[in-house]
């Protein structure tokens, strides 16, 4: 595999941060972005933040768009609110390093429209690609949009402003069925999970997702199969019973459940 751009070669981009309630971490998210992404701009897409998300975005320069739509919405809302050709999706519990400046020697790569950092979950001591070096995810597998640089003109057409979860993985699919590449390289990012109950509810939420999305023929069996076991056998593989209860729980509950996000 041949990389486009030398190392420490200055790419301006514009990053884009769903956030709501976010404030533990955002003003920490930005000073990273700021010190380590040299970013043209930072769009905030904010779905009414009661806490001080928006003063601490405003204190950063950011662009704030507030809206009440759904995340898939909201990572289109922003992409619209781009130019550049590249466009980072950072999550506000993603804190960026030093090694995500490499990130931009793979922007070159002429069959790649998505650039995925590892993230790992800060206190939990887990990664979920183990990436040692670049690879392709294949059909079928999920990228994670919390730290990746997405080439704009390739998801604009992006079938996910009804996508409140499971947005990455549509786009994932997207990029692939597009004929370009997801690519997963070795620059990891420490993603703070958040912890307590929401962490949990949040898996229940995950799976009432995947349900929901069969049932209205969003996706085949095979993908909801597919999905479904993947998460289920990882928490157990890592010893997160608890997590791999609340995942089953979204399934056997009769209606859907939600979470604000």
Known sequence: ???????????????????????????????????YGNPKGIIIIDNFSTDKTIEIAKGHACKVIQTNATLGECRLIGIE????????????????????????NYVNI????????????????SSSFNCNKPYNLKKYQRGFTGATLIKRAIIQDADIKDCQAFEDWFLTQHI????????????????YSSEGGSYYKKRMWHSASLKNYYKSKKINFFAF??????????YLKIGDFKS???FSMGLIKSEYFEMKR
Request: proline fraction near 4%; charged fraction near 20%; glycine fraction near 6%.
């Open 244 to 246: 791999a209860f609340y």
């Open 1 to 35: 595999m041949e990389f486009g751009i030398p190392r420490g070669t200055k790419t301006k981009i514009d990053y884009v941060i769903p956030t709501y309630n976010s404030a533990s971490l955002l003003d920490e998210c930005l000073t990273a972005i700021e010190k």
């Open 176 to 191: 692939i069925k597009k004929g370009h590449s997801w690519l997963v390289v070795p620059i990891v990012v420490d993603h």
């Open 110 to 125: 002429k069959t790649v429209g998505a650039i995925q950092a590892d993230p790992k979950d800060i206190g939990k001591n």
């Open 81 to 104: 609110n781009t130019g550049n050709e590249w466009v980072a999706f950072v999550d506000s519990d993603v804190l960026i390093n030093e090694s995500w400046k490499n990130i931009f």
């Open 225 to 234: 199969a597919y999905l479904f076991l993947r998460y289920f056998l990882w």
